[in-house]
């Protein structure tokens, strides 16, 4: 049934739904509601709690504005139980004159603190006389916004479709297999769209708020459900796929291990062997490592392109940030003793770059870089292998246009993908189902853990002054300044501040600058000096944040540390802790702190624990965010919520399983209702 065939909605809002996959009337079930407002009942002033939403009603005791640097609208009721505020930022004068001494109102809104009362800024509001007003029989639901199309007019014609279901004059079809909802006690699913499009009054609303009502678990099973297929699905079509066999013989790796200054932990030989069990395959490897900051992964990427040069295959690593290519690069020189390594990014300009392409084009076997190497003219010549270190930094785009660059003569290259963001387990199944998953976790012998203590920014002579007196006994320093200023200028022009004020107070110290402003060269000069000890202390931007090692560097300063995220902050700090010296991080702050980041501060203090620093960015941040901003559309769900419904993706890995093997045939028609062209779903 055509979406116009609705009261209400004409050629141009049809247009806009299907913007947002909405095609037919049928989708516009599958259009859910975000959250839900309770005005079905009204709470007494002297029962609210702080941050609640709620509904209230009371007589204006008085209506005033307050001057500030923007004019304020306060009204003041009283409903017998106690007082509120509400206030306004943005009103007529027309409003204030209707607020009269004595009139009565009601509103809904968020209560929150205020310096005198309790209050509610920016309420929805009506007036009313002597008799009350109506309350609403069922929660109100919420849908998502969107661009040019109000919230009144999906609501209406929701009622409409909700209508045309009770008539039987469309039908959503079961595809859950009868025993599943059975056993699991599920409702089926017309019953379950019509619950939380339209609750009766009846309904358990702290359940239906809080999203874990049944009827609501019904839905949320079939969308992870959908996602998990998917993803399968995108697995499934790389597997048959062909890639070059890259075995390894044992002695090349002897060889390589022999002459490294340590002997591998476990975890990374496990991981190492997985790997090259993949990648001897003719079917594209697909895996993504995950090992906390410092776990050594660079290595292990190291011994899987031994695999591909000794199959005479090429192999690129790319990484996010310049510095951190440069490391690699001067990393793999040492360890390979063989300078077949070509480095390419966007620094290497005019003829060093046409040279860098020549050699790529013919074949160069270990090729480091950065986004330069997905750029147009980049030609590979028998790509066996693509390894991208600290992916959370790319989007996916950025990694599928460097593997399709990869193809040659209907081969794929294999595909290894390094994250230091230790994703909790069922987040990673669902988000990286699509990937085999393998994991470092396990830190190299000798390292101690890292001491954090949180400082105000006042403190900061007496900190840069242990700092100097730890470097003058051998100790080398970072000290972070964060800006979080889009401009690459102003960042740089902070850190140069820090830069010159230290120099002034510690002459005696041999003090570097590094901040993405710098020359390439120049960079990785000063980088270079810190490595070899010629520097004591290093200024830097957040330039440092991923992937930096060095070893002998045992404390850091994060100025104004509050302003950076729990994931930034713990990456930031993986740069120190490193070698075997005990380490020490102070994280600055500008006080008053807020309530988010204090509890960030305080997680960063007690524990060092990658995993559980995730487990918390999840609670504060949500899913998107800790997969990467870029990559948001790999993960986003109009119901599901990682944290909450943990039980729910369990059950999902396992009826997909099932699905897969016993209904094939429903499988592709869940993927068509829950996710619309428009959702990315990631291909890597
Ligand atoms: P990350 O996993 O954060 O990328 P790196 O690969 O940079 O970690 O390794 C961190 C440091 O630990 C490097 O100096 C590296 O040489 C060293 N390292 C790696 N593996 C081991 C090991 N098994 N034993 C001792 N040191 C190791
Ligand atoms: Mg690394």
Same mark, same amino acid.
């Given at each position: ?24 009337? &049928? ?10 407002? *309770? ?119 929701? /009622?409409?479709?909700?209508?045309? %279901? ?25 019953? =379950? ?8 009054? *009846? ?6 708020? =809080? ?6 678990? $019904? ?145 160069? #076997? ?103 007196? /730890? ?60 490595? +070899? ?21 045992? %404390? ?18 993986? #740069?120190?802790?490193?070698? &075997? ?18 509890? $960030?501060?305080?997680?960063? #203090? +007690? ?54 093997? &016993? ?22």
């Amino acid at each position: 049934m055509q979406l116009t065939e609705l009261k209400g909605i004409g050629e141009k809002t049809a247009k806009k739904l299907t913007l947002l996959g909405i095609e037919q009337v &049928n989708d516009l079930l599958f259009h859910l509601p975000l959250r839900y407002q *309770d005005k079905t009942r009204i709470t007494y002033i002297s029962d609210l709690s702080i941050g609640q939403t709620a509904l209230v009603e009371g007589e204006v005791i008085k209506t005033y504005l307050i001057n500030s640097r923007k004019p304020m609208l306060v009204c003041e009721i009283d409903d017998g139980t106690g007082t509120l505020a509400l206030k306004f930022f943005n009103f007529y004068h027309s409003q204030r004159l209707k607020m009269k001494t004595g009139s009565n109102i009601r509103a809904y809104g968020e209560v929150r603190l205020g310096k005198y009362t309790i209050e509610i800024l920016h309420p929805e509001y009506q007036h009313y006389g002597e008799k009350t007003l109506p309350l609403e029989s069922s929660l109100t639901a919420i849908y998502p916004k969107s661009e040019g199309i109000n919230q009144s007019t999906i609501q209406k014609a929701l /009622n409409q479709v909700l209508l045309l %279901l009770d008539r039987k004059e469309i039908k959503v079809e079961e595809f859950l297999p009868e025993h599943i909802l059975t056993e699991q006690q599920l409702p089926n699913l017309s019953q =379950a769209l019509h619950y939380v499009h339209k609750p009766p009054a *009846d309904a358990d609303t702290n359940a239906l708020i =809080a999203g874990t009502h049944t009827y609501q678990k $019904r839905l949320i099973l079939e969308e992870v459900l959908a996602h998990l297929l998917a993803m399968k699905q995108l697995k499934q079509k790389t597997q048959e796929l062909y890639a070059p066999e890259l075995p390894i013989e044992k002695k090349h790796i002897y060889e390589f291990l022999k002459q490294l200054p340590f002997e591998l932990t476990n975890a990374q030989h496990r991981v190492i062997k997985e790997i090259h069990q993949d990648i001897a395959n003719n079917h594209p490897m697909q895996r993504l490592i995950q090992g906390d900051v410092g776990s050594g992964k660079t290595v292990v990427a190291a011994i899987a392109i031994l695999a591909a040069f000794y199959q005479n295959h090429q192999s690129v690593m790319m990484a996010p940030t310049e510095i951190l290519a440069e490391q690699h690069l001067n990393t793999l020189k040492t360890w390979y003793r063989s300078d077949e390594i070509v480095f390419l990014s966007g620094a290497i300009k005019g003829k060093a770059r046409i040279e860098a392409l020549k050699q790529i084009k013919h074949g160069v #076997r270990i090729i480091i870089g950065t986004h330069a190497l997905f750029q147009k003219d980049v030609e590979f010549n028998a790509l066996g292998l693509v390894i991208i270190d600290e992916q959370h930094r790319f989007g996916v785009h950025q990694r599928l246009a460097l593997r399709s660059k990869g193809q040659f003569e209907a081969l794929q290259p294999h595909m290894l993908i390094m994250t230091a963001t230790p994703i909790p387990r069922t987040l990673a199944q669902t988000a990286y189902a699509n990937l085999d998953i393998s994991i470092i976790d396990e830190l190299p012998p000798g390292r101690q853990e890292t001491s954090t203590l949180v400082i105000s920014n006042s403190k900061l002579p007496q900190i840069a002054e242990r700092i100097k007196t /730890n470097c003058q006994k051998g100790a080398q320093a970072y000290w972070v300044c964060t800006l979080i200023e889009e401009s690459e200028v102003l960042r740089a022009k902070a850190a140069n501040d820090t830069f010159e004020e230290l120099r002034q107070w510690f002459p005696e110290l041999r003090i570097g600058l590094v901040h993405g402003r710098l020359k390439s060269a120049e960079k990785q000069s000063i980088m270079e000096q810190f490595k +070899s000890h010629k520097l004591d202390l290093l200024i830097a931007t957040t330039v440092i944040e991923v992937g930096v090692d060095v070893p002998n560097a045992s %404390l850091m300063v994060i100025e104004n540390a509050e302003r950076l995220g729990l994931s930034q902050l713990h990456q930031l700090r993986g #740069r120190v802790g490193r070698g &075997n010296a005990k380490s020490h991080c102070v994280l600055m702050y500008q006080a008053p702190l807020g309530d988010v980041a204090k509890k $960030r501060l305080d997680i960063m #203090r +007690s524990t060092t624990d990658g995993f559980i620093i995730a487990k918390e960015d999840l609670k504060i941040r949500g899913a998107g965010e800790l997969l990467g901003s870029k990559q948001k559309g790999s993960v986003q769900f109009r119901l599901a919520d990682y944290e909450r419904d943990k039980n729910i993706f369990h059950s999902a890995q396992k009826l997909a399983a099932e699905l897969i093997i &016993n209904h094939p045939h429903i499988c592709q028609k869940i993927i068509d209702r829950w996710i619309t062209s428009n959702d990315e779903i990631s291909n890597v």
